[in-house]
């Protein structure tokens, strides 16, 4: 049972490029979400998807756009990179009336 | 948004030192959880507190919702070197809002 999978693991990106970073569960979560992790800040929310067709902004949405593919599949877009965007991302999923995350192992991103 | 404060932000002690953190908040929260991040992983559960008051243990870890459900504490006691890493609160204001985290406690025990 894999839980969360994020991919990938390490990235390095230049200002301007884009990329995104794939997050799937195997659990059958209806919820499932994005967090950035930064030093001294704890985790932030970037996006989050309460159910499959919908996405909502978090507390730190911009430069990221997010699609919920389906049930298990939860993608972060970078249209355009910027330095400020350098941190460790984690995609996170909770069943239905639950409010335990489980968490991937994080995708680490460094934008020069 | 929710603002968690915790404390402190990091401690460096000695293995078999029992250890003390805890998080607050101005706001009442209906659920407490407390997450570990191992180097190099996502963070994992490892307490969740539902109702003022509660005590719970997990092994060597013990986790109280606050009476006043402003605050939580999270102890361990004789630590080893697996205890490394960062410890994070997380808090909800009612069921089905979404989860606050504090700013994190980075562990270190020395052998």
């Known amino acids: 049972n894999a839980g969360v999978t994020q991919t990938p693991k390490f990235q390095v990106l230049k200002t301007g490029q884009s990329m995104t970073l794939q997050c799937a569960q195997d659990?059958?979560?209806?919820?499932m979400y994005w967090y950035r992790q930064d030093p001294g800040m704890g985790l932030r929310l970037i996006y989050y998807?309460?159910?499959?067709?919908?996405?909502d902004k978090g507390e730190v949405p911009n430069g990221y756009n997010v699609s919920r593919l389906n049930k298990r599949e939860f993608s972060l877009r970078l249209e355009s990179a910027a330095p400020s965007q350098t941190s460790v991302y984690f995609c996170?999923?909770?069943?239905?009336?639950?409010?335990?995350?489980?968490f991937g192992a994080g995708s680490r991103l460094t934008v020069l | 948004g929710q603002q968690l404060n915790q404390s402190p932000q990091s401690m460096f002690i000695q293995e078999g030192e029992d250890v003390s953190m805890n998080c607050t908040s101005s706001?009442?929260?209906?659920?407490w959880l407390w997450y570990k991040q191992d180097p190099g992983e996502g963070p994992v559960l490892l307490i969740a507190?539902?109702?003022?008051?509660e005590l719970t243990s997990n092994g060597r870890l013990t986790a109280q919702f606050g009476i006043t459900r402003k605050d939580s504490f999270l102890n361990i006691s004789a630590s080893i070197p697996s205890d490394v890493g960062i410890y994070f609160c997380?808090?909800?204001?009612?069921?089905?809002?979404?989860?606050?985290f504090g700013e994190g406690t980075q562990l270190t025990v020395n052998p």
């Open positions: 996170a999923s909770k069943g239905s009336g639950a409010n335990v995350l489980t």
């Open positions: 659990m059958n979560h209806n919820s």
């Open positions: 998807s309460a159910s499959e067709g919908t996405t």
């Open positions: 706001s009442i929260f209906n659920t």
């Open positions: 507190l539902y109702k003022a008051g």
């Open positions: 997380a808090g909800q204001l009612r069921s089905g809002s979404r989860l606050t």
